[in-house]
């Protein structure tokens, strides 16, 4: 992991710093009292990249702060919105079958003024295309995400940008669970940093039939080896102790 | 006070007596208290419905306590000032009569409205198409409903319009499709071309992965294949995935060299195989043009 990325970061005078995260670059500065932020994204970048300065086709964004200071902080977050993850090999799992999975997802980076804690941008390490989850009429917009759903992790690279998420995955039904797809809220989930990689908190579902809402169970449960002191951010939205929705069926019918 | 009004200088009750004087006091306090208590409970009925229900029912709700509100405050100014609503109402009943054959008109857009209200084909900030007219509701009122346009054009259209034609609520759901239509030459490779289609699909930033992309084979046109390519989108976005998807297609096919044909016509002389018969039926020197042109 870059660890130069994360944490707080002192911007210097009219010196622009440099840094990149999975397909995000990003050029910092502190310029006439105000924080500037210049971002893009490989392969819409056009000509080659530097460190010393953003390309020409990249905009700036400036921040007046009622504290003046040049001290940011860049932390880790989970998407802004849920994310629906296709299993890129489709996993059945039997009747009263229960399993560990483990997903990756992109993270967002979050831009703080230190001092203030007040947040300037967030914006996504690796862009991802936005899907839908539900019918036509009703449902949730989502961002859409491959996993390849392992079982173990041991044979990966590490990769700065991805967040491993637990899941473990009950089959309460007396019908096969095809787990080609899922709505992941990763709102309610908090990154931890280990061994130099980001980790989120242990998701449950339990699946009770494919005409009834799945449980989802985000009560904060620490993967083995993690501890909370370990925490670098909290969820967006509030843990619950259990969460019942629409987690696997997609309700889509043939459109004309 | 009584002493002011009764100074040397200055008297009122020269122009107006007593008992008139504390009736006019009474009807000004009457508006002065009841007009801001009206307009405050228009504003939280407005505020309260529209939170808990919808913009448009906060409209109405507004309206309905301001104007009942107002009938019963002019109601009391008027039995302060001894006027009598007896032969007012009698009068009324006449006028009733003869008012009911002139407004029919807005009796109707009256009772349109009220079914409009019930039915709620659309509410306030929803985008409708009525005939030729596209816009963005502005208010749900008893006799029309105001839209304005998206050049900034306000249109009222009367209820009883709304009623008895087609109506087209935009926004009603929440994703919608876009569909393009998109010729190929025939002799591009249809696979490909739907290969293509799908990329440019998955990679728009507007478009939505599910529902899926459609490529559907629409027809063998006079000079190209005709392609339905379905994209969805959440509505906010539905005009940037138009604007942005033809242009990203265009320049993709360019890219790839899949040709978009335009009409072609080929002129035949009665039979395909043989070219076009050409016959000469003066021939003139070219020497003899040139001194021509000389002299």
Known sequence: ?256 | MEILLQSSFFSIYKYISREHFQVLIKVVLILVITLPVLLGIRKWANHFFSKKYAPHYGMLAGKLFFYTGLVITIVTVMDQLGISLAPLLAGAGIIGVALGFASQTSVSNIISGLFLIAEQPFKVEDVISVGNTIGIVMSIDALSIKIRTFDNKFVRIPNETIIKNEVTNLTRFPIRRYDAKISVAYKEDIGRVRDILLDVAEKNQYSLSEPEPQIIFDAFGSSSIDLDFRVWAPVSDWLAVKNTIQEEVKKRFDEEEIEIPFPHVSLYAGSASKPLEVEMVQKREVGEEEAKSTQ
């Not at chain 1, 710093?17 to 995000?24: E, H, I, P, T, V």
């Not at chain 1, 000509?47 to 200071?69: F, H, L, N, Y």
């Not at chain 1, 990689?197 to 449980?215: P, V």
């Open chain 1, 1 to 256: 992991m870059d660890n130069k990325f994360w944490g707080e970061v002192s911007l210097q005078e009219s010196k622009i710093q440099y840094f990149s995260l999975g397909d995000l670059h990003l050029w910092l500065r502190f310029q006439d009292e105000e924080i500037w932020i210049a971002h893009g994204y490989s392969g819409e970048l056009i000509g080659t990249i530097q460190d010393k300065k953003p390309p020409k086709d990249v905009e700036w964004s400036r921040w007046a702060m009622k504290v003046v200071s040049g001290d940011i902080r860049i932390q880790p977050v989970f998407p802004d919105l849920p994310l629906v993850v296709n299993s890129e090999y489709p996993l059945k799992v039997s009747p009263e079958t229960q399993i560990q999975i483990y997903t990756r997802i992109p993270v967002w980076i979050r831009i703080e003024q230190a001092k203030t804690d007040y947040q300037l941008t967030e914006l996504p390490a690796v862009k991802l295309s936005r899907t839908w989850f539900g019918t036509p009429i009703e449902g949730e917009l989502c961002y859409h995400a491959m996993t390849r759903a392992r079982r173990d992790l041991s044979k990966i690279d590490k990769k700065s940008y991805l967040v491993t998420c637990p899941i473990f995955v009950s089959n309460k039904s007396m019908e096969e669970l095809n787990f080609e797809r899922f709505c992941f809220r990763v709102e309610r989930l908090s990154i931890y940093e280990h061994n130099d990689e980001f980790w989120a908190d242990e998701t449950r579902i339990i699946y009770h039939g494919e005409n009834l809402n799945s449980d989802i169970i985000m009560a904060g449960k620490l993967p083995e080896g993690i501890q909370k002191k370990q925490l670098l951010t909290k969820p967006r939205k509030e843990i619950k102790k259990s969460l019942a929705t629409r987690t696997f069926k997609r309700f889509f019918q043939t459109h004309f």
